[in-house]
């Protein structure tokens, strides 16, 4: 939680011969990632103002300044983008930015470490934290029943997870 910035999305590759990219965006309504620029890379050095231009597969049409030509987008590709934290909305007490989760201790119902985490995934139906502890790795559904306590002061999860009260 110490970082004063979030990725909000990401550069896929780029989308025609004008320079445009393809986006990926984070955000929970994916044309919001417009709302919250200029955007930075992941180190900071380069900043981008960031205009939507359309829907494409899998991501949006974007312009993004300095770049047009196609070579130039292209060279982006993989380039994550970071909006400061407080350009963001506040989230209500039951949601949380994936940023904010990673490396927080785990701990079981009864105060027994299942490790730290390390990523946040969303295949699709749902996030899934990704647990480290020691050599062994954990996926745990991110819901209430399986999680039902994040406390962000604390730096703590309590987990409960399936089939450990067997």
């Known amino acids: ?3 004063d910035r979030i990725c909000v999305g990401a ?5 025609g011969v004008h320079g445009e990219v393809r986006l ?3 955000c929970a309504e994916p ?3 417009a709302n919250y620029t200029p955007l930075t ?5 380069r900043s981008f103002t960031v205009s939507l231009t359309r829907s494409v597969t899998g991501g949006i049409g974007a312009r993004v300044t300095g770049i047009a030509t196609r070579e130039e ?3 982006l590709k993989g380039m994550t983008l970071w909006a400061p934290r407080d350009a963001l909305p ?3 007490d039951d949601e949380f930015y994936h940023a904010d989760l990673i490396g927080l201790d785990v701990v079981d119902t009864g105060g027994q470490s299942l490790g730290r985490v390390r990523a946040i995934y969303d295949h699709g139906a749902g996030d899934i934290l990704e647990i480290i502890g020691g050599k062994d790795i954990l996926m745990l559904p991110f819901t209430k029943a399986i999680v039902p306590t994040v ?3 604390a730096r703590r999860i309590v987990a409960d997870p399936p089939g450990a009260d067997e």
């Open 90 to 92: 506040s989230l209500p």
């Open 151 to 153: 406390d962000l002061a």
């Open 24 to 26: 990926k965006s984070f």
């Open 11 to 15: 550069i896929a590759g780029a989308f």
């Open 1 to 3: 939680m110490a970082d």
């Open 41 to 45: 890379s992941e180190d900071g050095k």
């Open 73 to 75: 987008a292209e060279a």
């Open 31 to 33: 044309s919001d990632i």
